[in-house]
């Protein structure tokens, strides 16, 4: 089984999207398997983060910004921006597909794991995931 979900950022940052896939392992019939998530986008990423304490999330992105800074001399790819090789930078440094196994219908995440996008642009709108079961 093959979904694809849209996931709506607001900026740069960690986007908490584990409910939109919960109902869909829930709803599919399947017990138990693996799901997949890849993310159709090459500025952004994927990842199992924690849930629970904002200040984790905010950390890792600060940490990040620090590591992967704009405005770097270095980059020739800026035709979108100057967070548009950083972006490539931190997307290559992350995930673009990440896997969870799921049993009686359940994620089998920890009690604080979430699913997250992790947008690298400072972009507004939504970005396209597709779930394989």
Known sequence: MIQE???HV?????????????PVIAESGV?????????QHTSASLLI????DDSARIDLEN???RLVPEHDSLYTHTL????????H?????TATQISIPFQRGELML????????WEHRHHHGSRRVILHI
Request: hydrophobic fraction near 40%; charge should be negative.
């Open 5 to 7: 979900l849209t996931v």
């Open 10 to 22: 607001t900026g740069q940052g960690l986007h908490a999207f584990t409910s939109q896939v919960r």
């Open 31 to 39: 017990d138990e398997g693996l799901c997949t998530l890849f993310i």
């Open 49 to 52: 983060q924690e849930n629970y």
């Open 63 to 65: 940490w990040m910004n």
């Open 80 to 87: 979108e921006g100057a967070d548009d090789m950083p972006a």
């Open 89 to 93: 930078i931190k997307s290559a440094l």
């Open 110 to 117: 920890g009690t604080w794991q979430g699913i997250f996008l």
